[in-house]
């Protein structure tokens, strides 16, 4: 048994209720609306998000109609923000799949997109809890200004460590947070349980993305999407830069060099032996060890964030979690 099927058995009529509104919501009587809809709900990944959201309102004061309809809210954000980064990104594949605009067009793409965020507002507004407003408005407009951030940095790959940090924050440990954060209000929570609760996600967060960067220059089949894909994007994540920075002079620009040269679509050696040539590179420089070292960092604190809370099986389920977000291989 996978740990997602762990989580949800544990979750059990929750998430069977979350999964029955979010499919009931993904439904249209419009041909081509409705096509693209159903190609959504039947290729959704882990669904960690909604996951989280039913986690944090469980280890409060238990999941309520407005925790479902928050982990909804969660859910459709997440996937109408990846619906238009793939569009950004031109990405071909989206969990193992032909992402939306390779399927359709980018005009559909872009409206499912738009079409999804509207259904998040809808979701929302039903709830008629100022709180849980506030916290999705504000995770929309920084995962934005993320992506807007992370545009801008591909105009020179080589950003710092700590404006590395500030664009994962805003795109994924900002979403992990809000999802937390959300999920406590909506069951009741103290100010003390939604404040923690939100700090674990921030570093859950952190911990995830930094493995998914480690994965991107993995040789692992499973990962359902191209590997160093975010060099040709023009993204030199975390494991990249520390090795350039490690690197002498002459090693590090020339590593600079095959990486915008991949980025550029023209490589100036055979694709397979540039990605290999960057791989062996990081790894020389300890590039994915120090990623790994920022994890255990952020496992650390994400693990004291739960020391207010009594054991149960739900204070488990998130700390498997955190295990679950660095040991994984896809």
């Not at 952020?298 to 693990?303: C, P, S, V």
């Amino acid at each position: 048994m996978s740990f997602s099927t762990d989580i949800r058995h544990l979750l059990q009529d929750d998430f069977l209720a979350f999964e029955r509104l979010y499919n009931e919501t993904l439904r249209s009587d419009s041909v081509l609306l409705g096509e693209a809809l159903e190609y959504v709900r039947s290729h959704t990944g882990k669904q960690l998000r909604p996951q989280l959201v039913l986690l944090a309102a469980k280890i409060c004061h238990g999941v309520t109609d407005k925790t479902l309809r928050t982990a909804l809210a969660m859910e459709l954000l997440h996937t109408a923000s990846l619906i238009h980064d793939d569009v950004v990104d031109d990405s071909p594949m989206r969990r193992g799949m032909e992402s939306l605009q390779v399927r359709w067009t980018n005009k559909v793409a872009v409206l499912v997109g738009d079409y999804l965020l509207s259904l998040v507002m809808q979701a929302i507004a039903s709830l008629r809890n100022t709180r849980i407003l506030s916290i999705v408005s504000d995770l929309s407009a920084m995962l934005a200004s993320g992506e807007l951030l992370q545009i801008d940095a591909s105009s020179s790959m080589w950003i710092t460590e700590e404006r590395y940090n500030d664009i994962i924050s805003r795109k994924t440990a900002g979403l992990f947070a809000a999802c937390m954060e959300a999920g406590a209000e909506s069951s009741g929570a103290t100010m003390k349980q939604t404040t923690a609760l939100r700090q674990f996600g921030w570093y859950l967060g952190m911990c995830f993305q930094l493995k998914d960067d480690v994965l991107d220059y993995s040789d692992s089949e499973e990962l359902g999407k191209p590997t160093m894909n975010d060099i040709r994007d023009g993204k030199a994540t975390l494991p990249l830069l520390v090795a350039v920075s490690r690197a002498p002079k002459q090693e590090a620009d020339s590593m600079r060099e095959l990486a915008q040269s991949m980025a550029s679509s023209q490589p100036i050696m055979p694709l397979s032996e540039a990605e290999q040539t960057i791989k062996s590179f990081i790894m020389r420089y300890d590039g994915v060890r120090y990623a790994y070292q920022q994890m255990h960092k952020h496992k650390e604190k994400a693990e004291q964030c739960l020391n207010i809370f009594r054991d149960s099986n739900y204070k488990s389920a998130l700390i498997q979690m955190l295990d679950y977000s660095i040991n994984r291989v896809y």
